[in-house]
């Protein structure tokens, strides 16, 4: 089992920055393919960012190239997002998730089996 507790949310201005973290326990997750999703209000989970188990390929969505750079350390057995260039829209709890020897299909929510409960990006404009 794994289980994953992200931090780092909070209230930023239009324009700010926040890294997220997500630390893992119950086993290293070197060899999982780990992920970034947000959900909004009354809106389905979104993808946001996306890294492969092996190789260490990164995958964005879209609206968050150039402005979200998504990280892992596997020493410290914990995923990143720092974000930057924050937009209102991008207020939303966002949820990090983790598959083992994931490296397809990152950006569905079900290619993931553990979840974390969620830290809230609040953006005021």
């Known amino acids: 089992q794994v289980q994953l507790v992200e931090s780092g949310g909070g209230l930023v201005q239009a324009g700010g920055s926040l890294r997220l973290s997500c630390e893992a326990s119950?086993?290293?997750?070197?060899?999982?393919?780990l992920g970034w999703f947000r959900q909004a209000p009354e809106k389905e989970r979104e993808f946001v960012a996306a890294?492969?188990?092996?190789?260490?390929?990164?995958y964005y969505a879209d609206s968050m190239k150039g402005r979200f750079t998504i990280s892992r350390n596997n020493a410290k057995n914990t995923l990143y997002l720092q974000m930057s260039d924050l937009k209102p829209e991008d207020a939303a709890v966002y949820y990090c998730?983790?598959?083992?020897?994931?490296?397809?299909?990152?950006?569905?929510?079900?290619?993931?089996?553990?979840w974390g409960q969620g830290t809230q990006v609040t953006v005021s404009s």
């Open positions: 890294i492969a188990y092996s190789g260490g390929s990164t």
């Open positions: 119950g086993r290293a997750v070197s060899d999982f393919g």
């Open positions: 998730a983790a598959d083992r020897y994931r490296n397809g299909l990152l950006g569905r929510p079900r290619s993931y089996r553990y």
